[in-house]
């Protein structure tokens, strides 16, 4: 069974960071470009970044670039995502996914306000 369990969202400043872990579980993890997903309050899910299987490509959606950083361990089965200098308009609710499979994890609140 495919799962995906996030976690380190929570409350902080603007300017400040946070960093975001994903624990990928049910499939051969190494095989799979990964990928982060937020969601505003009401508005659709959108795509934030994207790392290839061997960390080879970066990706990332124009509003973050310079400001996170997404990386993966495949010994883990784990993808990370570094976000500084947070703004409010970051405030969502955060998923990784594996590109190519549907399922998704509960997520993790990330909240920018002072």
């Known amino acids: 069974q495919v799962q995906f369990v996030e976690s380190g969202g929570g409350l902080v400043q603007p300017g400040g960071s946070l960093r975001l872990s994903c624990a990928a579980s049910?499939?051969?993890?190494?095989?799979?470009?990964m990928n982060w997903f937020r969601q505003a309050p009401g508005k659709g899910r959108e795509w934030v970044a994207t790392?290839?299987?061997?960390?080879?490509?970066?990706n990332y959606q124009d509003s973050v670039k310079g400001r996170f950083t997404i990386s993966r361990d495949n010994a883990k089965n784990t993808v990370c995502l570094q976000m500084n200098s947070l703004k409010p308009e970051d405030t969502a609710v955060y998923y990784c996914?594996?590109?190519?499979?549907?399922?998704w994890g509960q997520g993790t609140q990330v909240t920018v306000s002072s």
């Open positions: 790392v290839t299987t061997s960390s080879l490509n970066r």
């Open positions: 049910g499939f051969r993890f190494p095989n799979y470009a």
């Open positions: 996914k594996a590109t190519s499979i549907t399922a």
